[in-house]
Structures are given as structure tokens and as C-alpha cells.
T-cell receptor, first 115, second 115 residues
């Protein structure tokens, strides 16, 4: 596989379920990002990991819990979500600490529906 | 803080007509600017970028954007659009203020090309 992959592509979950979103990058990057894209709202940056350290947490509710076990993998653990959490969740990666750091590569996203 | 304003939320246009999608940014430091495109049910793909050098940058599919420092703009243009250009377009500016790379995105412009 090449680029940035995300699984699953679609997820329907109840408000009491626990699920995880997975992102994997095959680009040799060492910074990874989670974004939330809701209908008719701008892209929201949720979390940033740089060199496997979480460097940004944008006031995201604790029902979203990120994990970055290594520079190639990023997870978003979900529990007791609300219907307003339904959205497209996008993962991205970029190099860190170089002039190429400013360009991010995105995965196809996971379409999450909370019922 | 840096910000990006995309002045048009939707732009309808007929096939083979020219189009301009407007983007203005606010930044107090050197800027690096990007246009991303998002086709339905997909992630964001990098369309073109301005890092330095020539203020006119081009993509492989006929789009171009011009960095105008005095106007703080980075408008996207194409002289003749195709049906396949129908998508959402996002302008973004780099932000390195936290010591790590992130992008600040505009709200997006939906380009609808009609036959």
C-alpha cells in the first residue's frame, strides 16, 4: 500500500459502543494528524503527533482518545459518542522539522455515524 | 494568529468557462500556501503549493494560483473547467508557531461545473 490509509472507511456505532479508527502512513513521515470534517463546518484539527509525542489537543472531548504507538500508525479510540460526533474523520501525515514539513498528505477518511 | 478566508462558499460555472476561487490569508510571518481538492467521499489531495520563488504556481491539471503579498491573496484559477473539476477546494496556510507543522484551512469553496 502507498500513501495514507484509513480503516474502516465507514462506521456506524451506537452511543454506548467503543470502537477505534486506524490510520497508517507509508511515506516515512514522523508527524500525524486527526481532523474532523462535519457538514457545513470548516475542517477542525483535533490532535497532532510529532515524533510520536502529542503536541496539540484542540479542546477535544475526552470521549475521543488518540494513540500513536509509532511514527507509522495513529489510532483514534471512541467511546460513548454523541450524535453530533457523526462526521468524516481524516488522518494526515507530514515530515517534521524540514522544509517539506509544511505539506500534509491525507487519507481517504472514515465516515462515522453515531446512532 | 494566522487565518484563511475563502470568500465564496459555492461557485457554479458552466463547462469550458474560466473560474477563479478566492483565498485571502492573514499572517505576520513568511507564508507557505496550499490549495487542496476534495472529491466526493474522498480525502483531501494537494493541488498546488507556494513555498518560495515564482509567485505563479501551476498544477498538472491546468489550475494555477498566484501569490500576491501586497493583497495577501492566493487565488486559484483555471481558464477552462471540466465537469470532472466539480469538487470542494480548500485553501490553507502553514503555521509553525507551536514548534511543529500544522495547516490552517479555509472553510472551503464548492465548485459545481454544469454542462
Amino acid at each position: 500500500e502507498t500513501g495514507v490509509t484509513q480503516t474502516p472507511r465507514h462506521l456506524v456505532m451506537g452511543m454506548t459502543n467503543k470502537k477505534s479508527l486506524k490510520c497508517e502512513q507509508h511515506l516515512g513521515h514522523n508527524a500525524m494528524y486527526w481532523y474532523k470534517q462535519s457538514a457545513k463546518k470548516p475542517l477542525e484539527l483535533m490532535f497532532v503527533y510529532s515524533l510520536e509525542e502529542r503536541v496539540e489537543n484542540n479542546s477535544v472531548p475526552s470521549r475521543f482518545s488518540p494513540e500513536c504507538p509509532n511514527s507509522s500508525h495513529l489510532f483514534l479510540h471512541l467511546h460513548t459518542l454523541q450524535p453530533e460526533d457523526s462526521a468524516l474523520y481524516l488522518c494526515a501525515s507530514s515530515p517534521a522539522g524540514t522544509a517539506l514539513a509544511y505539506e500534509q498528505y491525507f487519507g481517504p477518511g472514515t465516515r462515522l455515524t453515531v446512532t | 494568529a494566522q487565518s484563511v478566508t475563502q470568500l465564496d462558499s459555492q461557485v457554479p460555472v458552466f463547462e469550458e468557462a474560466p473560474v477563479e476561487l478566492r483565498c485571502n490569508y492573514s499572517s505576520s510571518v513568511s507564508v507557505y500556501l496550499f490549495w487542496y481538492v476534495q472529491y466526493p467521499n474522498q480525502g483531501l489531495q494537494l493541488l498546488l503549493k507556494y513555498l518560495s520563488g515564482s509567485t505563479l504556481v501551476e498544477s498538472i491539471n491546468g489550475f494555477e494560483a498566484e501569490f500576491n503579498k501586497s493583497q495577501t491573496s492566493f487565488h486559484l484559477r483555471k481558464p477552462s473547467v471540466h465537469i470532472s473539476d466539480t469538487a470542494e477546494y480548500f485553501c490553507a496556510v502553514s503555521d509553525f508557531s507551536g514548534g511543529y507543522n500544522k495547516l490552517i484551512f479555509g472553510a472551503g469553496t464548492r465548485l459545481a461545473v454544469h454542462p
